[in-house]
């Protein structure tokens, strides 16, 4: 093909090589010309080298050697370095529109499901309102996302969608939990405001090394909470999930009836740590009453009137300390009662203030009060770091109860020494006799003993009697042996050695010191 004849913008990016063929000066790839046509090197350069533009050349190329293009051009400038700089380069030439290029493309049906499957787990994981997908700013925000998108209607989402996820989340855990070889069930059961019963049956399992818990039911429980009833759900539950014959261990609350249908099951009942610790503060509470129903007082008067709320507010701006609100107890949880005590006492200047200010009508606290309340939160601080400590959800904490249990009950003891308010030395002294009773011969629980001397950290630290220790060597010793193979080495013998470990809780300092300072001679014996 002769230079003359060569009109088309398209040689802007070709060199004619001959023998009807065209080299390309980007790639260096070799195109066969057909009959004087540029449409392989077109093809080429859409295909090759999209972002190239061609230049106009003066003249709008014919139809016959450039098939499809169009005779109106825009002008712009590309940087190559395979082009020289002398040419300016102009867009490649627009094709004919097509009606379907002004029409949205509709939404396939699997990507409609995708999107409402999102939308279930959304609904399910925030507890949000079926009624959500009704609201007028989230059909807008919708359709800001995307307008081919149809949200699905309430009944829908209801009836539909989240039974669905429900049943191939169900399956899912269903699969993971029979994987386990034994698991561990929590248990409790509680009435709400509308005076209706529920029930719970939570399950806990060692999963790749990680503590897993799920959830295996929570249903309304319309029967007398009596023991035998609650035996019955307990099964009921357990063999759906086919955990009935995993079980080794089930942890509830303190009360005969949950207790009782446990032990006709035949599992292994532990209490709550938590629960009890409940009850013994709540009860050593009863003799300072007069004392936190004056803050009770103060708090619920701070709560209900607005005008007082704000004045706090204002006069904590003045004296340059963060507007903290007093916190209302909750009378079925002692460390709700140790938050309102620890407010009170970060805001005592401000209420104060804010209390003689207004002329309140309410009686505000004495210095001695005060002084109570002060002590107060340093002797159930221990209790509150304790409670936080085995209320972790991530890692197993059965090992750290008897060391945790003995290091409250040494610190408690101690501040028989430190308080100086008699009510509190009341207070103190019902904690040591409640803990006393609650956790008598807790080392020889058959649970915690095994799991405590397990745990390389502690192993016969947090023992004090020794009868305890060989009970629970020879109980581990005879279900390693049964595990055992005849071929399998025998296990060496556990050693009474403890890592050293950072501590980063603040119980752990207290208590860790004090079990330093107060049992030097047991650590010796028992290092021995």
Excluded at 32 to 55: D, K, Y
Excluded at 102 to 116: C, E, G, R
Excluded at 184 to 191: A, F, P, Q, R
Excluded at 321 to 338: D, M, Y
């Amino acid at each position: 093909m002769s230079d003359t004849r060569k009109r088309s913008s398209i040689w802007l990016q070709f060199k004619d090589i001959g023998n009807k063929k065209a080299e390309c000066l980007h790639c260096k790839t070799k195109v066969t010309i057909r009959a004087g046509s540029t449409t392989n090197l077109h093809r080429h350069t859409r295909t090759v080298h999209p972002t190239v533009q061609l230049e106009e050349r003066g003249q709008a190329s014919s139809p016959s050697t450039d098939p499809g293009v169009s005779h109106t051009r825009t002008t712009a400038a590309v940087t190559s370095t395979a082009i020289p700089m002398r040419a300016s380069i102009t867009s490649p030439t627009a094709t004919q529109s097509k009606i379907s290029q002004f029409l949205p493309k509709l939404m396939t049906p699997a990507k409609q499901h995708s999107i409402d499957d999102e939308l279930a787990k959304m609904v399910a994981s925030d507890f949000q309102p079926f009624s959500i997908v009704e609201d007028k700013g989230m059909k807008n925000f919708v359709k800001a996302l995307n307008p081919t998108y149809t949200l699905p209607s309430r009944k829908t989402l209801s009836q539909t969608m989240i039974p669905k996820l429900y049943d191939t989340e169900r399956a899912l855990w269903q699969e993971r939990v029979t994987k386990a070889p034994s698991v561990c069930l929590t248990t409790d059961c509680w009435t709400s405001r509308t005076t209706c019963s529920f029930m719970s049956v939570t399950c806990h399992f060692i999963e790749d090394y990680k503590m897993t818990s799920c959830l295996l039911d929570c249903f309304e429980f319309t029967d007398r909470h009596t023991a035998e009833n609650l035996a019955v759900e307990l099964l009921r539950v357990a063999k759906e999930w086919q955990v009935e014959d995993k079980v080794v261990c089930c942890v509830s609350d303190n009360a005969a009836n949950i207790t009782k249908a446990i032990k006709v099951l035949k599992w292994t009942h532990h209490p709550c740590l938590a629960h009890t610790l409940n009850l013994v503060v709540r009860d050593a509470l009863k003799v300072i009453k007069t004392t936190v129903d004056k803050v009770k007082a103060v708090v619920e008067f701070f709560h209900k009137s607005t005008v007082a709320a704000q004045k706090l507010k204002s006069t904590q701006r003045q004296m340059g300390i963060p507007e903290l609100r007093p916190k209302q107890e909750c009378a079925t949880r002692w460390n709700s009662t140790f938050d309102m005590l620890k407010r009170m006492l970060e805001i005592k200047d401000a209420i104060i203030s804010t209390l003689a200010l207004i002329n309140a009508s309410i009686e505000p606290l004495s210095q001695e009060e005060w002084e109570l309340v002060k002590e107060v939160c340093a002797v159930l601080q221990p209790f509150q770091e304790v409670t936080v400590e085995i209320s972790a959800d991530s890692y197993v904490t059965a090992s750290k109860m008897l060391l945790l249990c003995k290091g409250l009950q040494l610190v408690t003891a101690e501040n028989q020494w430190t308080v100086t308010v008699q009510k509190v030395k009341e207070l103190v002294a019902a904690l040591c006799s409640a803990m006393d009773r609650k956790f008598l011969r807790m080392e020889y629980n058959t649970v915690l003993s095994e799991t405590t001397l397990l745990d390389p950290r502690f192993k016969k630290l947090a023992f004090s009697d020794r009868r305890a220790v060989d009970e629970a060597l020879q109980r581990i010793s005879a279900a390693a042996a049964a595990k055992c193979t005849p071929s399998s080495q025998p296990a060496p013998p556990l050693q009474g050695q403890v890592e050293e470990e950072q501590q980063t809780s603040a119980v752990w300092r207290l208590l860790m010191t004090e079990l330093q300072e107060m049992l030097q001679g047991e650590i010796r014996q028992l290092m021995l």
